[in-house]
C-alpha cells in the first residue's frame, strides 16, 4: 500500500502547471533566425528597401547577409534626394559598388545635391528616373546621362521647359513620362516631330501646350492630364489625330462647357478606360438625354468608366431643378450604368454633382 502511494504522488509531483507547459514549449521550440531563412526569401525581403536602408539595414548584422548582399544582381533602387543619404551613398557604398557592381535600376535626385557625374558609371543598367525641385539647366545633363530609361517623374517645376522636353522627347527609350507643375509650352521643334515612343503621358498644363506636346507622342495611349486652372477651351486639342488612339484617359478639367465634353466623347472614341473630374457652369450638362447620348457612343469599349462632375450656378437660373433630377434619375441607360445625379443646392447656390462608377 505504501509503495502504491508513493507511484500516485510521484505521477502528481510530474504534472505541469498551464504556466509551466507554456514555458516548456518556448525552450523545446526552435526560433528561426535571420540566417535560417533562404536566399529567395532574403531577396524578397529586400525588394522592400532601396539600397541605402538595404545597407544600413542588414550589410552589418551577419557574415552571412554581408556576403548575400555582396553578391546581389537583382534591381536595386537609389534615393538621393536627401543631403545625408547622398552623403552615406558617396562614404559607404561607393566602394562596395565598386568591388560588387549592382544593378541600380531607379534613382531619385533632387536641388539639395549638385549630382557628380562621376557616380554615373554605378548607373549603367538606370531605367526609371526621378527629380525633384530642379531647374531646367541642371536636369537635362542628367537626362542625357541616361539615354536608356524608361521612366521619367519631374516633380515641382513650373518655369518654361522647352529644352527640358525636346530632350525628353528625344529619349528613345522612355514609355512614362510624368511631369508635375508644368504650365506652359511654345512650338517645340520640328526634329522631334514624331520621334518619341512614349505611351504614357501625366502632366498639367493648358490646353493649348497640350497640343503642342500631343503632337509629339504618335504612339501615346494613356493619358493623365490635369488642365482644371485653364478655361480656354478652343477645341484644337480635339484636331490631334493621337485622341483615337488613346485607351486610357483621366482628366481633371475646370469650367467646362457642354461642347467640350461633346468633342472630348467624339474623338475619343476607342477608350477602354476613362476618369473624368470637372467643373462647369454650363446647364446642357445637366441634361440626361445629353449624357445618354455623349455615352451611347463609346460604352461598348468601355471597361470602367469614373464620372466625377460638379456644377454651380444661382437658384435663379434653375427654376426646374426637380424636374432635372427626375429626369435623370430615371433615364434607365444612366441607371443601368451606374450613373446618378445629386441636388446638394444652398442658399441662393444651385449646386449638382454627377457621380459615376461602371465597371464591366
Not at 521550440?29 to 542588414?58: G, H, P, Q
Not at 490635369?226 to 483621366?250: E, W
Request: charge should be positive.
Amino acid at each position: 500500500m505504501d509503495k502504491m502511494h508513493k507511484r500516485c504522488g510521484s505521477n502528481s509531483d510530474n504534472k505541469l502547471t498551464p504556466k509551466q507547459f507554456r514555458q516548456e514549449q518556448q525552450n523545446t521550440a526552435k526560433i528561426t533566425r535571420l540566417d535560417d531563412l533562404c536566399t529567395d526569401i532574403v531577396y524578397e525581403l529586400f525588394e522592400y528597401f532601396n539600397v541605402n536602408e538595404l545597407y544600413l539595414s542588414f550589410y552589418n548584422l551577419t557574415s552571412s547577409m554581408k556576403h548575400i548582399i555582396d553578391n546581389y544582381s537583382l534591381p536595386l533602387h537609389v534615393d538621393l534626394s536627401k543631403r545625408d543619404s547622398f552623403n552615406y551613398f558617396s562614404e559607404f557604398i561607393v566602394p562596395h559598388l565598386i568591388a560588387y557592381p549592382k544593378q541600380v535600376t531607379s534613382l531619385k535626385l533632387s536641388s539639395i545635391i549638385t549630382y557628380p557625374f562621376t557616380l554615373s558609371i554605378h548607373f549603367q543598367s538606370l531605367r526609371a528616373l526621378t527629380l525633384l525641385r530642379m531647374y531646367s539647366k541642371n536636369m537635362i545633363p542628367i537626362l542625357k546621362q541616361f539615354p536608356q530609361l524608361s521612366y521619367v517623374y519631374i516633380g515641382n517645376h513650373s518655369r518654361h521647359s522647352n529644352g527640358l522636353i525636346t530632350t525628353i522627347l528625344k529619349i528613345p527609350t522612355l514609355k512614362t513620362f510624368i511631369f508635375k507643375s508644368l504650365t506652359h509650352l511654345q512650338k517645340l521643334p520640328l526634329t522631334t516631330r514624331n520621334t518619341s515612343n512614349i505611351e504614357h503621358l501625366s502632366i498639367r498644363m493648358n490646353s493649348h501646350s497640350l497640343c503642342v506636346l500631343l503632337l509629339q507622342l504618335p504612339k501615346i495611349r494613356y493619358l493623365n492630364i490635369d488642365i482644371s486652372y485653364s478655361y480656354d477651351y478652343d477645341g484644337v486639342m480635339f484636331d490631334i489625330p493621337v485622341m483615337s488612339c488613346l485607351t486610357k484617359l483621366k482628366m481633371e478639367i475646370g469650367r467646362f462647357p457642354a461642347s467640350f465634353a461633346n468633342q472630348l466623347f467624339k474623338r475619343a472614341s476607342n477608350l477602354q478606360y476613362l476618369h473624368f473630374v470637372g467643373t462647369t457652369s454650363d446647364k446642357k450638362c445637366l441634361d440626361s438625354t445629353q449624357w445618354t447620348n455623349l455615352l451611347f457612343s463609346i460604352i461598348e469599349q468601355l471597361k470602367r468608366i469614373k464620372l466625377n462632375l460638379h456644377y454651380s450656378n444661382l437658384i435663379s437660373a434653375l427654376p426646374d431643378r426637380i424636374e432635372i433630377v427626375e429626369k435623370f434619375q430615371t433615364n434607365v441607360f444612366l441607371q443601368q450604368h451606374n450613373i446618378h445625379m445629386y441636388d446638394e443646392s444652398k442658399g441662393e447656390s444651385a449646386i449638382f454633382r454627377i457621380i459615376a462608377d461602371y465597371q464591366k
